[in-house]
């Protein structure tokens, strides 16, 4: 089994930053894919953004410039640096991590979800 526990949400005014943490932990052989996505109320969750295990990333338009996302594969931990936050930024985050156990066989994993409130 595989576990993925968030920290680092919380309420900030408009441009402020947040960082978010996700580490996996459990029965782990790799990791290849690990994103954030995030889900306002009302509205479908979507993809933020994600990196692959060599470093490649992928943003969502409405974050490009102001979003990084970053990995630490020895610590099996992705992050999410979040600068001039907007209110329309406020949602619960979700970290998902796409995780071979035992190879070949992979499965999606999801967070709890960590709050995100940016107040204007």
């Known amino acids: 089994q595989v576990q993925l526990v968030e920290s680092g949400g919380g309420l900030v005014q408009a441009g402020g930053s947040l960082r978010l943490s996700c580490a996996a932990s459990g029965s782990i052989f790799s990791i290849n894919f690990m994103g954030w996505y995030r889900q306002a109320p009302g509205k479908q969750r979507e993809l933020v953004a994600s990196?692959?295990?060599?470093?490649?990333?992928n943003y969502a338009d409405s974050v490009k410039g102001r979003v990084t996302i970053s990995r630490d594969n020895a610590k099996n931990t992705v992050y999410l640096q979040m600068n001039s936050l907007k209110p329309e930024d406020t949602a619960v985050y979700y970290c998902?991590?796409?995780?071979?156990?035992?190879?070949?066989?992979?499965?999606?994993?999801w967070g709890q979800g960590t709050q995100v409130t940016v107040s204007s």
């Open positions: 998902n991590a796409k995780v071979v156990t035992s190879p070949p066989y992979e499965y999606s994993y």
């Open positions: 990196i692959t295990s060599g470093g490649s990333t």
